[in-house]
């Protein structure tokens, strides 16, 4: 489970929560960017979300329920090391853009990744791979959970945090124009977890490029790199 939102108001501020249950990760921050990373018995640590110093920010929800869809093909381009890509600075999201829109983007085997993705310009990429992409230049604000955008709630299932995806819909739709940081973190305390629980809680202040994090909903406990 988790929560990434994006606002384009007087500011461009990108939100998300790290919903995370029985993995170990770290929020690992240097010059370049501040990356959360997974722990992955093969693999080792994987910087999979996080923002940069370039202003890209990179989210990763599994999308429930899962669809075979996104199961891996030869071929196909898989969804986490596009995601890395971006975070690292190896692709620009224009560039990720065109790859999946006109290549298949995978998953791996019966669990449905999906992206969501922003860029300096507050420009905002969702892939769901085996159902398509899709692309909003400078949204006011955009909203994802753990369904699919191109199912809404026509399926169901405990984890797709509908609810968590209306209220956040809803307070950023009320928000004032200078929506900021402080305003950022109340969504997402709002949407937090416990049973599935909230890790991470970073916000991205894209034009002062300033992330602030915090962990385990400590919210008055916050670190920040400036870049």
Known sequence: MCTSIVSNRKKTIVGWNLDLLDMEYRVRPD????Y???????EGWLPLFGANDRGDFIGMPTCWPYDKRSDPVQDGNSVILLDIDLLLKKKTLQEIK??????????????TFMSSLSDKDGNVLYIVPGQGSLYYEKPEYRVMTNFSPFKMNSEEH??????????AEEMLREAEDDFDV??????????????????????????????????????????????
């Not at 010059?31 to 501040?34: K, L, P």
């Not at 065109?98 to 669990?111: F, G, H, R, W």
């Not at 405990?158 to 209220?167: C, Q, S």
């Not at 969504?187 to 385990?216: H, I």
């Open 158 to 167: 405990p984890w797709m945090g509908w609810d968590r995806y209306l209220k």
């Open 31 to 34: 010059d370049e960017g501040v």
């Open 98 to 111: 065109e790859i999946a829109e006109n290549e298949t983007v995978c998953s791996v085997p019966c669990l």
């Open 182 to 227: 402080e305003d950022c973190f109340t969504v997402l305390k709002e949407v937090s977890q416990t049973v599935c629980p909230t890790v991470v809680s970073m916000v991205y202040d894209v034009t002062d490029r300033t992330v602030y994090w915090c962990e385990n909903r400590e919210w008055g406990n916050r670190k920040e790199k400036k870049f």
């Open 36 to 42: 959360i990373e997974i722990n992955d018995a093969r």
